[in-house]
């Protein structure tokens, strides 16, 4: 009896059983790049944002705010934490700017400031992302 070929390479074989076995424990590998919350899917890996599966354009720094409260959603982030970590911690601007900056975020993702689906405003201490249907 002959042996014939492999149609496949075994080191790479035993490298996706590996991976495979490894998720399936549970074990820590590296984090979610897709995030999907209420008709809102963010890929961080490739920088995109969609709304009901239409594609969002958004500026670098409305994306990294987005970014930053869909991270933390449910949680309400402190205007001070969003303008360090959205513009440095040098940015001399205030809460004025950041404000600017979720009316323009919510504007491009259909949200509506009086009724907000995504993004909800705690007056006088920040924003909060909750993704209500």
Known sequence: ????PSPFDPVELFARLRAL???ASG???PPTSLVSLAGLVLDSTRREVYVEGKPVKL???EYRLL???VR???VTLPHQYLLERIWGPDYVGGADALRVFV???RRKLGDDGA???YIHTEWGIGYRFVASS
């Open 103 to 105: 009316r323009r975020l």
């Open 67 to 69: 970014n930053e409260l």
């Open 59 to 61: 500026t670098s720094a």
């Open 72 to 74: 933390h959603a449910g």
């Open 21 to 23: 076995l490894r998720r």
């Open 115 to 117: 009724h907000p689906r």
């Open 27 to 29: 074990a820590a590998g």
């Open 1 to 4: 009896m002959t042996t014939s």
